[in-house]
């Protein structure tokens, strides 16, 4: 047998151990304040911040990237789905299996990402002042190419009718994304992407950016 065999196996016959773990250690946690909690407005924290299903999603990889999960939206509220999830499972691991998680999932989750639409940058230029002034024809197809790219992450959010169902913050401005597995807007990842916005002459599109900054302070 390979090692690589042997560390599946292995990995497979753990499952439910790590999930009685898991099960010893909630009420524990539950206790600690984490990144959202009891206070965030909006209730869905026991779903998408901590919490037992958040817990047993990952620890069974339901979802090939974890951040997936927690960016669907839900279809019923969050209270609903704890109840249903408690009646189905429980919380004895033997109850689990990856496929039963799958097909709650389906029922109760969303597709990620129907939140948010695509948008129009109406100040976008082909050629902005600042990149019409590089020199070097390599660092100039560069940027040219990187201006391009703002038409293609520019996204805004679409009325979301029950933000208890979403872990998702509403801003009323379009705005930027990274892209890739990214569909909501960083503190971090904005500074860059602001910087770049301003070398192609973007301000509007800045001034949304900053907006919705503001927006998520107050909130």
């Given amino acids: 047998m390979t090692t690589l065999i042997k560390v599946v196996l292995l990995s497979q016959s753990s499952l439910p151990k790590l999930a009685k773990v898991i099960e010893s250690t909630q009420k524990a946690k539950e206790k600690k304040n984490g990144v959202c909690d009891e206070t965030d407005k909006t209730g869905n924290w026991y779903i998408y911040c901590t919490g037992?299903?958040?817990?047993?999603?990952?620890?069974?990889?339901?979802?090939?990237?974890?951040?997936?999960?927690v960016d669907r939206p839900l279809k019923a509220n969050p209270e609903v789905i704890l109840s249903e999830f408690m009646k189905e499972f429980g919380k004895k691991s033997v109850n689990f299996t990856k496929k039963k998680l799958i097909n709650f999932r389906k029922r109760f989750f969303?597709?990620?990402?129907?939140?948010?639409?695509?948008?129009?940058?109406?100040?976008?230029?082909?050629?902005?002042?600042?990149?019409?002034?590089?020199?070097?024809?390599?660092?100039?197809?560069?940027?040219?190419?990187l201006n391009r790219r703002w038409k293609d992450l520019c996204r805004q959010i679409i009325k979301i009718k029950n933000p208890?169902?979403?872990?998702l913050i509403e801003v009323p401005h379009p705005f930027i994304v990274p892209g890739g597995r990214f569909?909501?807007?960083?503190?971090?990842?904005?500074?860059?992407?602001?910087?770049?916005?301003?070398?192609?002459?973007?301000?509007?599109?800045?001034?949304?950016m900053l907006k919705n900054f503001i927006y998520c302070v107050k909130k």
């Fill in 164 to 167: 208890k169902r979403n872990s």
């Fill in 110 to 145: 969303g597709e990620p990402g129907t939140e948010l639409t695509s948008c129009f940058i109406p100040d976008w230029k082909e050629l902005p002042p600042k990149i019409a002034q590089i020199k070097d024809k390599d660092l100039k197809s560069f940027a040219l190419f």
């Fill in 52 to 69: 037992f299903i958040l817990e047993v999603m990952n620890l069974y990889q339901v979802e090939v990237d974890s951040k997936t999960f």
């Fill in 183 to 208: 569909r909501e807007f960083y503190y971090w990842d904005a500074y860059w992407i602001v910087k770049g916005l301003i070398a192609s002459d973007l301000f509007m599109m800045v001034k949304n």
